[in-house]
């Protein structure tokens, strides 16, 4: 997961949205200091995501929200290079504790 200016965002939970009511939710997985995360989603089945950060959800109305990227997972199948975009500007201005800055690792 990167920042819009393209830094990776650490500790921020990604969950799989499924887009078929057959499928089930799964645990979140947080993001790595390079922003990286391992995700496990049952398959086959479509799915877009959800961030969720300090305990908040927040789906924005940009293209580039995670909740707007798909994957179809097939069994055995990995993605990897699924590149997610943490819009903080839009989460400072929807959640009054968001912090200043976007996290990341010293």
């Known amino acids: 997961m990167i920042d819009a200016s393209g830094r990776p965002v650490a500790g921020i939970a990604v969950r799989g949205i499924p887009w078929s009511r057959d499928l ?6 947080t993001t790595a200091c390079d922003g990286s995360f391992r995700l496990p989603l049952p398959a086959p089945g479509s799915f877009g995501f959800l961030l969720i950060w300090q305990g ?11 909740s707007r990227v798909t994957i179809q997972a097939e ?10 975009i943490f819009l903080g500007p839009a989460w400072r201005r929807a959640i009054s504790t968001a912090p200043a800055q976007t996290p990341t690792c010293p």
Do not use: K, M, Y
């Open 24 to 29: 089930p939710w799964t645990a979140p997985a």
């Open 56 to 66: 908040t959800s927040l789906i924005t109305p940009s293209p580039e929200d995670p």
């Open 75 to 84: 069994p055995g199948q990995r993605h990897e290079g699924v590149e997610l």
